[in-house]
């Protein structure tokens, strides 16, 4: 079969056995590494997954299609990640979808703001029951900071907001727009810890509703609103911006109408942070079943991108950190906690949504891992001088946040 000669070259580490449609067994091996069975259970992926393996295996496991007979989803995944760059240079076919995939990025990324809000609606306005299945106890749905591997995902997030609040050097009483505010966890923190007036804005119905419902239980509505907004419609001046696990929405299209409303909404000494899931690569297209099933009109960018709009927007780049598998092992442990609860999941939705959110963490954690996915933490400014010379004073604001935590005895575990 065409699925035989495609894998042939891509298996160099570990070993893949495939039991095709017919019960027949196919070997696949290279040096040593894992082992993984899989079986097809309809004779069209024979060719599917010779054509188009980055739609159609993503496709075939929500659909009970291929299942996975010795190991996990995630093992079969792990297996693929570790020999997927070798097929890439090898295989001249897959070489031509994705430059047709790229030349399609733009149409696939247009996202105007009602396109876009119903993007959102399509992965953020799922049940906020299925996200405190998994996320941490603040609702943090984006990439945590990690001091040490096994530091627990609370504590991992309360990292993640003392390093952003660090990065803002917030002043008691500064105004702060937070584009994409999620469930207004991070809001909320920078009102309590430093005093800000915090505008959040999202287009996500059931983020915003918890949002303000948890502003009003802690006593913050007067300091932090939150909004139904586009980014393109903010208006004002503030004295810092933040925007954590939203830029991967833009779309290409739209990345000089994003940077030049944070230059226009930034005060003319103020501080601004992005961070955002970016390819250290070149730039690229989103994974079409990921386009398809979870992101709509996602896109998580080469940092050049990024860097030519900033350029035009007249940004001054003023410091760029690069968080390399702070991302996998957030997603590992978001996994791990999906699938304790999974059975809650499946009563939520169904036996198919549970399988799609299986594959979706596990791809995204081997992303991380193997495919050259990292996530940039991108600080902006207007002048040069809005920021300290060196990068001592980020250290020196966590410690202090946290030293904050620990006498108020709220610092997570």
């Known amino acids: 079969m065409l699925l035989a000669r495609f894998l042939k070259r891509l298996i160099k580490v570990g070993r893949l056995d495939v039991i095709d449609a017919d019960d027949r067994t196919h070997v696949f091996a290279g040096r040593d590494g894992p082992t993984v069975t899989i079986r097809l259970h309809d004779r069209a992926l024979h060719w599917k997954l010779f054509v188009r393996p980055d739609l159609y295996a993503g ?13 996990s989803v995630y093992d079969f995944l792990d297996l693929v990640g570790r020999n997927v760059e070798a097929a890439r240079s090898q295989d001249p076919f897959n070489g031509l979808m994705r430059r047709i995939d790229i030349g399609l990025r733009r149409l696939q990324q247009f996202n105007p703001s009602g396109r876009a809000q119903r993007n959102v609606a399509h992965h953020y306005d799922l049940s906020g029951a299925l996200y405190r299945l998994f996320l941490d106890s603040d609702q943090q749905y984006s990439c945590a900071y990690f001091l040490k591997p096994e530091d627990g995902i609370d504590l991992a997030q309360a990292q993640k907001r003392r390093h952003i609040a660090a990065k803002l050097l917030l002043e008691p009483g500064m105004s702060v ?35 303000e419902a948890r502003a009003r239980t802690a006593g913050l509505s007067d300091q932090v609103s939150f909004s139904l907004r586009d980014y393109r419609e903010q208006t004002g001046t503030f004295d810092r911006i933040v925007s954590v696990g939203m830029f991967e929405h833009v779309g290409v299209n739209h990345y000089d109408a994003f940077f030049a409303q944070i230059h226009d909404r930034l005060a003319e000494d103020g501080v601004a942070l992005l961070h955002t899931i970016g390819r250290v690569d070149v730039p690229g297209s989103t994974n079409p079943w990921l386009r398809k099933y979870i992101f709509p009109g996602g896109y998580s960018p080469a940092l050049s991108e990024v860097m030519a709009a900033v350029e035009r927007a007249g940004l001054w780049v003023t410091d760029v950190e690069i968080l390399r598998l702070h991302y996998a092992h957030t997603l590992r442990q978001w996994r791990q906690r999906f699938l304790a609860n999974r059975r809650v999941a499946a009563e939520l939705y169904d036996e198919r949504f549970c399988r799609m959110w299986e594959f979706y963490l596990a791809a995204a954690e081997i992303s991380f891992r193997y495919l050259r996915c990292a996530v940039f933490q991108i600080q902006l400014a207007r002048r040069q001088e809005a920021v300290p010379l060196t990068r ?22």
């Open 59 to 71: 496709e075939a496991y929500m659909d009970g299609l291929l299942t996975i007979e010795d190991g």
């Open 177 to 211: 727009l937070d584009i994409g505010s999620g469930w207004g966890g991070l809001a909320l923190y920078l009102a309590q810890r430093t005093a800000a007036h915090v505008t959040g804005i999202t287009l996500s119905r059931e983020q915003h509703a918890t949002a």
């Open 392 to 413: 001592d004073y980020i250290v020196e604001t966590e410690r202090a946040l946290a030293a904050d935590e620990d006498r108020r005895g709220e610092r997570a575990a």
